[in-house]
Structures are given as C-alpha cells and as structure tokens.
C-alpha cells in the first residue's frame, strides 16, 4: 500500500478508493505542510514529525508514504511550493532527509519526490526542463542527493516533466548514472502517477515501478519488447527484483495494526505548528499582547486555512480555531469578530477595541497542485480592508496564511506588526494563539525570500515554459543567491525572524578540517525572555575564477537560552558546501583560497565575519594552444615563463603599444597559438608546443 503524503497519511479505503486521490480519506493528523515545516529550521523536530507519520502509516496498513517533496523554489508562482521546503538546497536536504530518517525508523517505506528538476505545474506533464549540468548539480540535484546519501530512502519518484528533453521517466542519465551509480540508491524508483510515457524505455532506463496500474497492457509492451530483441530481459529482472525487495523489506516490519495517540500527535502537531510561526516585523513592541479589548478581522480566523489542496490534502482529526484560540487566552477581556467582508463594520470594531488582529492570506483556490499562480498579490479586498483598519486602529497586527510566497510591501507599509503563518496544520490555530499572546516566543526563520515585486525574482522572465520548454537562465542563482549577490532590495530576507528577546554573538572561529570547517560562535540571551535563536552560517569566496553568489547557506543550528545565558554553538561546514560542480572534471571541486564564512540571523543581518584558508582539490588541466594568455599569466608556473618569453626581443610583439592601451591586457583573452602569427614568423608552432609542454611537467 503507497498513499500519500507528506504532512498527513491520506489512506482511503473501500468505495472511497482512486487513484487520483480525489475522494475523501480517513481522519488523520494534519501536520504543518512543508511550507511551514520548513520555517522551524530543525531537523530534530521535522524527523519526530516524521515517526509520527511513521506510526499513523503502520496504524493504518500503508507501507509507503509518499514524500518528502524536495524540488526548488525556482519560482514563487509554483502552485506546489506549499509541499516543498525552501529555494535553498541544503535546508531542504537536511529537513528531508530528517522527515524519511523519522518515517523509515517505524519500518515504513519514503518516497523522495519529485526526481528532478519539476519547479512548475504548468505544462507538468510535457514540458522540459532544460538547465546546464552545473546548476542542475548544484542546486535542483543536490537536494536530493543528500537526502539519498544520509537518509537512504527506501524509494525515490520520478517527475512528469523532461530534463533536457529527456522524461525524467526515461532517464538514464538521471535513474541510473546518476542515483544509483554516483549515489548508490538500493530503493525502488515509482513513477509519479501517470508520468510513464513509454513503459519500455523507462524500465530500460531504471524505472522499476510504474503507477498506476494500466490494467496490464504496458505489462504486455514490455514483454512483446523483450520477445522482440529490443528490451534486455535483465532490465526487466533488475526491476521485478526490486519492487519484490521492496515488498519483503515492508512485510518484515509490519505487525498487527494498532491505533495512533491522537491527543499526543496533535500536540505535536501545535509544537511545530508554534515553533514554525514567523515574527516579520514587531514595530514598537507591539506583540506579544497584553490583556486588552480585541477586535478580531479575518475569515481565516474563523475558517483557517491550513493545508494545500490536491493529493497531498488530508482529513484532519480536529482543527484548532484561531478565533476561539485567542478568546480562550483573552481571558476575561472581550474579543469583538468581523468577517472583513463588510470593510466599515470592520473597521468600527478595530476602532473600538484596543488591539486589531487581521487575518489576510490566500484563498485554497488561488494554489494547488496542478496550476500555478499569475502573481504572488494579496487580493485587492483584503489591502482595503487592512487600510480601513489600520486608519482607525494603529495598534494592528496581520496574521498571515498562505502557501506560496505573497507581496507584503503594502503590508508592511501599513501593518506595525505582521506574524506570517504559512500553512500550519490542524494545530495552527492553537500555536498562534500562544506566539501572540507570548506564551511562546517566536523563533521561525522564512525559508524563501519575500521580493519587494514579482518582477525581482530570478526566473521572471523564463516562467513558465514556452513552447514545451523552460530555460533556467538564471543559472544558480536561485533565490537569496539572486537578491544578494545583486543587492537587489527585498521585502523581508531569507532566515529572516524576529523575537520577543535579543540573541548577540561574539567569539566566532573558524578551523578548516580535512571534511571542511569547524565554526564556534558565542551566543548571548541579552533579553529578558527565554527564547530559541537559529543562527545562520554562510560561505563565501571573494575572486573566485568560477561565477558564485556572495554567499551561500553553509550550515546552521538552533539554540535555546533563558535570558542572560550564553552559549557556544557549533557549525559544521562540509566541505561538499564548499565545491562547486566542475563541468570539465565531472567532479565536485573545491577551489583553494580565503573563504568568508559569515554568522548571522538572515543572509542580510550578518553579524560577523571572519575568513578561513582552505586548501583546493581542482583538477590541474594541461595547458594547449587553445589557453589564452590570460589563463597562462594567472598561473605562477606558466606565468614566469610566459613573461620571460614577452620581454626578451617581443617575439610576439607586444613590447611597445601605439594604441594609448594596455596591450598586454587587450591580448589577455586571445589563444597563445593565435599569437604565433603575431611573432612575425619569430616563434613557430614546434616552438610554442615545446614552451606549453615544458610548462605543463613542471606544473604536474
């Protein structure tokens, strides 16, 4: 039995059964979708998520539980971003492999999807992706191969879409080369529902497990292929070995069925719901409440919105109510509810009250799988109805829902005090309530940067595909990569939250290892509350010869303080996070040479910085007449010679310059074999071979 996931265990049962999952499914706990189980910046807590899961799958006969979704966030439109983590691909490595390490310690199987390269819903089920080999590594396959190499899932599922022009279904390159021969995946690779085109290539490629089912007829494909010489009989054996693998590996762990704690799954349920809560912005001290008249604005308090729509929507045990949340915490004070539809009512209730709480967020119908958004506005209704209250009630605070990454500069603008939500789960409602009223203290950090406008993101221009194909033009320069690396202003950064105390950091060191650099950082609780602070470690290489962002996510970690406290933190940078992917070599390589490592709460609130040397591992490439000068004087070795070479009687004349210029520089990206006939016939080819081959054994 496979089902879906991932923040819930959507198993139907009896006439409800399809295989669209469109029917309804039986009560399970509604965890915080990825959107917001992303924003708690902890594994520790995503993988108890996941044994959660793990137990709720066994209690109800699943084997495998579909997820985690890992791809991307190329783009905010993506009407799937609310399932998968971050635009960053180490934080969302680490949160999934902690969710399949969680669902597999239970002896239920995970599905790592959607393998790769599927950032759209668009034209899902045709359109390629066509991205260069070294963004393809770096960003939309290192996800992935994280979660492969520390987590072992037990499968992995293919996407819809093409890769290169290639169905990711057919892939070779993708099933085969890569995952199982580079990173060593022993699973079983399902198909995404529906994504098999031709079932013949995709088992020769190193698909083994093809959903739904056909009814047999791609069964009877394979076998007149194989009878007709043009499938190999063992590709077919290699698979049926592996979904029978599969089958023993589930049936070993299963034992009786037994029921789940709903109580205890909720609570934990409301712990990540609380801890994923983003503080954006906190004017004046607003939050947390103090016991006042309430007015609360908002038809999400009352209906929240909590999960996503299409397969990964899941009936929930019970939902906390916002509304009914903060009356309980309110206590004996009065709390006044406008729907919001009626903007002058609206806003004679926030006049009248103390404090406005307005709910704004996005609508289940403005996201799903299987289409994405146009823009990423709040609805015009809402911005009005925010300027009407916050005309009469300055002491506004905006809770915000949604899945997918919305416009917040009139928010902002407005607003004194915005608490972002995301999706939360079932227990939302609850674990708003708390971070309001300062039960909890907030400690979500955005996992994806919120742009001043649409226009701002990095793949604007090549979303969604055209023609049958999307162009990754922008490289890897995906997300924060893209905003800091050109300073391009923001809404609110990415790792960017707020807290109810204040967290200093001093002390930093840093000390490269042979697997990369130790970092140790004091952090000081110089607040007067407890509270958890996320800090943030970032790489950087200043004149790298290779195109790179400022900086990148190295590695992070959680503390949690009691005011006054202090304590030192450890970050452990791989060295991996270091490389980048060499085209030429094939290979990850790290470039030798001072790297930035900076600590701070966002990638723009960097509180310290210090640089570390690391010592390279590229490959030395020989030297041809195809080098350019420029590359030959930027080598110590060769640059010597070459030198030696230009000053002794200008063999290839470049000693004096008529033209007001700096020849040597002009030269710089020419080919040294072009320059034998600049020699005046002075140095000959045998000659020019003779000097690169002396070069090239005194450098190896």
């Given at each position: 039995m496979l089902t879906d996931g991932p923040h819930g265990v959507r198993r139907q049962s009896g006439s409800a059964t399809d295989h669209l999952g469109i029917s309804g499914s039986e009560p399970v706990t509604c965890f915080p979708p990825a959107v917001g189980l992303s924003q708690t910046w902890d594994p520790a807590l995503v993988e108890r998520i996941g044994q959660a899961l793990g137990d709720e799958s066994r209690a109800l006969g699943v084997h495998v539980l579909l997820g985690p979704g890992v791809n991307i966030k190329r783009d905010p439109r993506c009407g799937r971003n609310f399932e998968y983590y971050s635009e960053d691909p180490l934080l969302s490595g680490m949160l999934g492999a902690a969710w399949v390490r969680g669902v597999q310690s239970r002896g239920v199987g995970a599905s790592l999807k959607h393998f790769a390269a599927n950032n759209a819903e668009h034209d899902r089920m045709r359109a390629s992706s066509d991205v260069d080999g070294r963004t393809l590594r770096e960003i939309y396959l290192r996800t992935f191969e994280i979660v492969v190499r520390q987590a072992r899932p037990w499968t992995v599922m293919c996407s819809y879409n093409r890769v290169n022009g290639v169905y990711a279904s057919?892939?070779?390159?993708?099933?085969?080369?890569?995952?199982?021969?580079?990173?060593?995946?022993?699973?079983?690779?399902?198909?995404?529902?529906?994504?098999?085109?031709?079932?013949?290539?995709?088992?020769a490629a190193g698909l083994d497990l093809e959903m739904p089912t056909t009814?047999?007829?791609?069964?009877?494909?394979?076998?007149?292929?194989?009878?007709?010489?043009?499938?190999?009989?063992?590709?077919?054996?290699?698979?049926?070995?592996?979904?029978?693998?599969l089958t023993r590996r589930v049936t070993q762990t299963l034992t009786t069925a037994t029921s789940f704690d709903i109580d205890a799954h909720h609570e934990l349920a409301r712990e990540a719901a609380t801890r994923a809560i983003v503080l954006l912005k906190n004017d004046g001290d607003l939050l947390p409440l103090a016991p006042s008249t309430l007015a609360v604005i908002g038809g999400f308090a009352r209906e929240p919105r909590y999960q996503g729509g299409g397969s990964s929507h899941v009936n929930p045990t019970r939902v906390d109510i916002p509304l009914d949340e903060i009356r309980r915490l309110a206590g004996d004070h009065p709390v006044s509810y406008s729907p919001g539809t009626d903007v002058a009512a609206a806003a004679a209730a926030a006049?009248?009250?103390?404090?406005?709480?307005v709910f704004l967020g996005l609508t289940a119908e403005a996201e799903s799988e299987g289409y994405d958004r146009e823009h990423i506005d709040l609805p015009a209704e809402q911005l009005d109805l925010l300027r009407a209250v916050v005309e009469v009630q300055p002491r506004t605070v905006v809770v915000l829902a949604h899945g997918g990454v919305v416009r917040l500069d009139a928010v902002a603008d407005?607003?004194?005090?915005?608490?972002?939500?995301?999706?939360?789960?079932?227990?939302?409602?609850?674990?708003?309530?708390?971070?309001?009223?300062?039960?909890?203290?907030?400690s979500g950090r955005l996992a994806e940067t919120v742009p001043l406008r649409l226009q701002d993101s990095p793949a604007y221009l090549n979303f969604p595909s055209e023609s049958g194909h999307t162009v990754y033009g922008e490289r890897m320069f995906v997300g924060y990569r893209w905003y800091d690396t050109r300073e391009l202003p923001v809404a609110f950064p990415f790792g960017h939250g707020l807290s109810y105390t204040r967290f200093t950091y001093s002390d930093l060191e840093l000390e490269a290892t042979g697997d990369g650099v130790a970092v140790r950082v004091t952090v000081t609780n110089s607040g007067d509350r407890p509270g958890r602070d996320v800090v943030q470690a970032y790489a950087g290489l200043p004149g790298s010869r290779v195109g790179r962002p400022v900086r990148w996510l190295a590695g992070f970690a959680s503390v949690t303080l009691e005011p006054g406290r202090?304590?030192?933190?450890?970050?452990?940078?791989?060295?991996?996070?270091?490389?980048?992917?060499?085209?030429d070599a094939a290979r990850w390589v790290v470039e030798p040479g001072g790297y930035e490592v900076s600590v701070g709460a966002s990638s723009r609130d960097i509180r310290l910085t210090a640089t570390v040397t690391v010592a390279g591992d590229e490959p030395t490439r020989p030297f041809t007449r195809e080098s350019?000068?420029?590359?030959?004087?930027?080598?110590?070795?060769?640059?010597?010679?070459?030198?030696?070479?230009?000053?002794?009687?200008s063999p290839f004349g470049v000693a004096d310059s008529g033209l007001g210029s700096d020849l040597l520089r002009m030269l710089e990206s020419v080919p040294i074999g072009r320059m034998v006939g600049f020699s005046a016939g002075k140095v000959t080819r045998e000659q020019l071979d003779e000097l690169l081959a002396g070069i090239n054994a005194h450098r190896s």
């Open positions: 057919e892939n070779t390159w993708l099933l085969t080369t890569v995952l199982r021969d580079e990173w060593g995946f022993d699973g079983v690779v399902v198909s995404d529902w529906g994504a098999v085109s031709d079932r013949v290539a995709a088992v009814g047999g007829s791609s069964d009877a494909e394979v076998v007149r292929a194989v009878r007709a010489g043009e499938l190999d009989a063992a590709a077919v054996a290699r698979a049926a070995a592996r979904v029978a693998d006049e009248s009250a103390e404090t406005a709480i407005l607003a004194p005090a915005i608490v972002d939500g995301a999706l939360l789960g079932q227990a939302g409602g609850g674990a708003l309530a708390d971070v309001l009223f300062g039960v909890a203290n907030p202090r304590q030192t933190v450890e970050i452990t940078i791989d060295r991996t996070d270091l490389a980048y992917w060499s085209t350019t000068l420029g590359e030959l004087l930027a080598d110590p070795t060769a640059a010597q010679t070459i030198l030696t070479v230009l000053g002794s009687a």
